[in-house]
């Protein structure tokens, strides 16, 4: 058993730091292209299934309420948590509309939004990111290194593993870094 945590957690260090590494101006540019949206009047919607439904919610309240220090509330909301509208999309019209619809109606022209799909090909998340692009809004993908996410996103953050548990620590790992650059970016100077 050691061998094997130990062997996990070395992948998930690997993967992370390397992901990391490469992608420091992007981060940047993400965190930039965030607090600028936020300071305008903008807001973020973040999407996602599964471990990442779950992943959009746990960085809507990181905005919401606050990651590293004492600030004013942020604009962020996650369209994986209203069991009414996800459930009456689902079944008046189908699952893979059950974010289009959200970003049809409350997403506006220089929002973000951030699509986590560790494939890069959710249908549900496909749809919405399109529609949002449309729309004027501006596409923040976390994905692996395939699928479609990569192609429509103004930035994509594309984590270099197959293994899905990796790409999720990854993506929440990243989510934490932009929360805390855009804290800063906004509130510390």
Same mark, same amino acid.
């Given at each position: 058993?050691?061998?094997?945590?130990?062997?996990?957690?070395?992948?998930?260090?690997?993967?992370?730091?390397?992901?990391i590494?490469?992608?420091?101006?992007?981060?940047?540019k993400?965190?930039?292209?965030?607090?600028?949206?936020l300071?305008?009047?903008?807001?973020?919607?973040?999407?996602?299934?599964?471990?990442?439904?779950?992943?959009?919610?746990?960085?809507?309240?990181?905005?919401?309420?606050?990651?590293?220090?004492e600030? $004013?509330?942020?604009?962020? !909301? #996650?369209?994986?948590t /209203?069991?009414? +509208?996800?459930?009456? *999309?689902?079944?008046?019209?189908?699952?893979?509309?059950?974010?289009?619809?959200?970003?049809?109606?409350?997403?506006?022209?220089?929002?973000?939004i951030?699509?986590?799909?560790?494939?890069g090909?959710s249908?549900?998340?496909?749809?919405?990111?399109?529609?949002?692009?449309?729309?004027?809004?501006?596409?923040?993908?976390?994905?692996?290194?395939?699928?479609?996410? $990569?192609?429509?996103?103004? !930035? #994509?953050?594309?984590? /270099?593993?197959? +293994?899905?548990?990796? *790409?999720?620590?990854?993506?929440?790992?990243?989510?934490?870094?932009?929360?805390?650059?855009?804290?800063?970016?906004?509130?510390?100077?």
């Amino acid at each position: 058993m050691e061998k094997i945590i130990l062997e996990i957690l070395n992948q998930s260090v690997k993967v992370k730091q390397n992901f990391i590494m490469e992608n420091i101006a992007l981060i940047e540019k993400g965190a930039i292209m965030m607090a600028k949206a936020l300071k305008q009047g903008n807001k973020i919607l973040l999407i996602g299934n599964g471990g990442s439904a779950a992943d959009a919610q746990h960085i809507a309240a990181e905005f919401v309420n606050r990651f590293q220090m004492e600030r $004013k509330p942020l604009a962020a !909301i #996650a369209l994986t948590t /209203d069991t009414s +509208i996800i459930t009456s *999309i689902g079944n008046d019209y189908s699952f893979d509309d059950i974010f289009l619809k959200q970003v049809q109606a409350i997403g506006k022209k220089q929002d973000i939004i951030i699509c986590l799909s560790t494939s890069g090909n959710s249908l549900n998340v496909i749809k919405a990111a399109l529609e949002a692009k449309s729309m004027e809004l501006k596409i923040i993908g976390m994905s692996g290194t395939k699928g479609k996410l $990569k192609k429509i996103s103004d !930035i #994509a953050f594309c984590i /270099d593993s197959k +293994i899905t548990a990796r *790409i999720q620590e990854t993506h929440i790992t990243l989510a934490h870094i932009l929360c805390d650059l855009t804290e800063r970016i906004l509130f510390d100077g």
